[in-house]
Nanobody, 120 residues
Framework: VQLQASGGGLVQPGGSLRLSCIAS????????MSWYRQAPGKERELVAH???????NYEDFARGRFTISRDNAKNTVALQMNNLKPEDTAVYHC???????????????WGPGTQVTVSS
């Protein structure tokens, strides 16, 4: 699976950005999709996750400000980010995971990421 994220950029505090990620192949609807981020000097962290059944989970810092969504017809996953803060500055990656019916991970795929910078 190849993943390509886009939509990053420079935004002022309080602003919004919408990240989008498109995946190759025909199995997108079977993947768990996530957005991760990594800020300079910090560990990579999960932002939000959406399952093939459209169950959604957010990390505490994202809940209420970020919205993850997917469009299986277009092989895309999006992350709408509102009320951005300087601490949201990071490279954002979309990640695809495939699991067996028994819950065993079969594969994990990372895209190259898109830079989000929140600064006045």
């Amino acid at each position: 699976v190849q993943l390509q994220a886009s939509g990053g950029g420079l935004v002022q505090p309080g602003g919004s950005l919408r990240l989008s990620c498109i995946a190759s192949g025909s199995r997108f609807r079977l993947y768990d999709m996530s957005w991760y981020r990594q800020a300079p000097g910090k560990e990579r962290e999960l932002v939000a996750h959406i399952t093939p059944e459209f169950y959604i989970n957010y990390e505490d810092f994202a809940r209420g400000r970020f919205t993850i969504s997917r469009d299986n017809a277009k092989n895309t996953v999006a992350l709408q980010m509102n009320n951005l803060k300087p601490e949201d500055t990071a490279v954002y990656h979309c990640v695809a995971e495939e699991y067996s019916p028994a819950g065993i991970q079969r594969g994990e795929f990372w895209g190259p990421g898109t830079q989000v910078t929140v600064s006045s």
